[in-house]
């Protein structure tokens, strides 16, 4: 079946500009997760989502950074008022559920470069 | 917070040698899991192998196996008959770094394989 798949794959954006990341979980998968990973900070943890829910919006660096789900599907992180600091790879990941057991699947990530 | 530490930041062998990467975890949980995945230039992050803390036997996959001191809070990947296509960051991994089994990374070991 199809893996975890992210849209785009690349994206330039001028410093002050908004943009969106998206994010295609395996289906059947209730459990998704971004990632970020940069040069300075390593891969660090954003948010997770159960369903559409986020119960923990703290590790989004952030007020600017805001993420949803709808139909317990695809999912969306958006940045408002790019800073040249927010350049890195978003990663997205979908597991099966909850659970540390359970395996997490990774998309191939957006770059996001901001000028 | 909790951290995982890999203290080899690029390591280098010989195809068809066998290789050790290092991982060591803090932790106050007497269960959990701990993973190993492999990132290609692809970006795409690979689930390599996992752990589970209350089993004592170590994980094996193919060529790769795992030597898990749980004493120690250290799991280390072992890689036997090293491959050209083992070329990669590899990134040791707990969840509970942030909401519900957001996984914690560490900073990642470079693997590079040469002919």
């Known amino acids: 079946g199809a893996g975890v798949s992210q849209s785009p794959s690349n994206k330039v954006t001028e410093k002050g500009k908004d943009v969106e990341l998206r994010c295609d979980p395996i289906?059947?998968?209730?459990?998704l997760y971004w990632y970020r990973q940069s040069l300075g900070q390593g891969l660090e943890f954003l948010i997770y989502?159960?369903?559409?829910?986020?119960?923990?919006k703290s590790g989004l660096p952030s007020d600017r950074f805001s993420a949803e789900r709808t139909g317990g599907s695809v999912s969306t992180l958006t940045i408002q008022r790019t800073q040249q600091e927010d350049s890195a790879v978003y990663l997205c990941?979908?597991?099966?559920?909850?659970?540390?057991?359970?395996?997490?699947?990774f998309g191939p990530g957006t770059r996001l470069t901001v000028t | 917070a909790q951290t995982v530490t890999q203290s080899q930041p690029e390591m280098s062998v010989q195809e068809a040698e066998t290789v050790t990467l290092s991982c060591t975890y803090d932790?106050?949980?007497?269960?959990?899991?701990l993973f190993w995945y492999k990132q290609p230039p692809s970006r795409q992050m690979i689930l390599v192998i996992r752990?589970?803390?209350?089993?004592?036997q170590n994980a094996t996959e193919n060529r790769f196996s795992v030597n898990f001191q749980k004493a120690a809070k250290s799991f280390s990947l072992k890689i036997s008959d090293s491959q050209l296509g083992d070329t990669a960051m590899y990134f040791c991994?707990?969840?509970?770094?942030?909401?519900?089994?957001?996984?914690?990374f560490g900073k990642g070991t470079h693997l590079i394989i040469q002919p």
């Open positions: 990941a979908s597991s099966l559920d909850l659970g540390g057991f359970n395996e997490q699947y």
């Open positions: 289906s059947g998968h209730t459990a």
């Open positions: 989502f159960q369903g559409n829910s986020a119960p923990d």
């Open positions: 932790t106050s949980e007497s269960n959990y899991y």
């Open positions: 752990q589970e803390a209350y089993k004592q």
């Open positions: 991994a707990r969840p509970g770094g942030g909401g519900a089994d957001g996984l914690t």
